[in-house]
């Protein structure tokens, strides 16, 4: 025999019902604290799911530095005058004070003629003395690094050592020059006349 069904009492089906109710109302207070723990420290598991990776801040890399402008052609230009300048400089220096070494020094060893110009230099010495001497340079050009050739104004007063003449000269020379071992020295040399050049005796 089997036994036999009872109909609920209505006791016990309100009892049911608010224990569905109360599990109801606890799983969503689970959901409420779960979604609030995510948003505010993120998944409590401790690493996100898969597809929804930590998002990392978009740090923009910081742009290279520029480059320093490349010197100029006017830079260059400013340059290469100063070395010349510095050579001519040291041969009114080596003629004022009648410095053989030092005059040779600046010449390139292939000048034409060397031997000949340094005895018409001392010969010129033994009669003249330098009072003044003053240069200045013009029409600078660079044909390559290492070679480069300029007019040069020479502005020269001279005594004769046995008259005791004074002498203006001014001369124009266009003058070559070439570098070596980082040093600038006279490759050439022609005499340039110009109207204005001249020569004054006092």
């Known amino acids: 025999m089997t036994p036999p069904d009872f109909p609920d009492s209505p ?3 309100h009892v049911k019902r608010l224990w569905i ?6 799983l969503a207070v689970v959901l409420v604290i779960l979604a609030l723990w995510y948003f505010i420290w993120g998944w409590p598991l401790g690493s996100a799911p898969e597809g929804q990776e930590e998002a990392k801040p978009n740090i923009s890399q910081a742009p290279a530095p520029a480059a320093p402008p490349a010197a100029t052609n006017d830079r260059s230009a400013v340059t290469l005058e100063e070395e010349l300048e510095a050579v001519l400089a040291k041969l009114a220096k080596a003629n004022r004070n009648k410095d053989l070494p030092q005059l040779l020094s600046l010449y390139d060893p292939a000048f034409p003629d060397l031997q000949q110009k ?3 230099i001392s010969r010129t010495w033994k ?3 330098y009072r003044r001497l003053r240069f200045r340079i013009e029409d600078i050009r660079s044909q390559s690094p290492g070679n480069a050739s300029a007019k040069v104004f020479w502005e020269a007063e001279t005594r004769n050592r046995f008259t005791y003449e004074i002498k203006e000269v001014t001369k124009t020379y266009q003058v070559w020059f070439t570098k070596d071992s980082g040093q600038w020295r006279i ?3 022609e005499k340039a006349g110009t109207p204005g050049e001249q020569e004054k005796t006092g």
Do not use: Q, V
Request: no cysteine; glycine share 12%; net charge negative.
């Open 127 to 129: 009669i003249y003395d």
């Open 187 to 189: 490759k050439a040399l």
């Open 118 to 120: 340094t005895e018409e």
């Open 21 to 26: 109710h109360g599990f109801l109302a606890g």
């Open 11 to 13: 006791l016990l089906a």
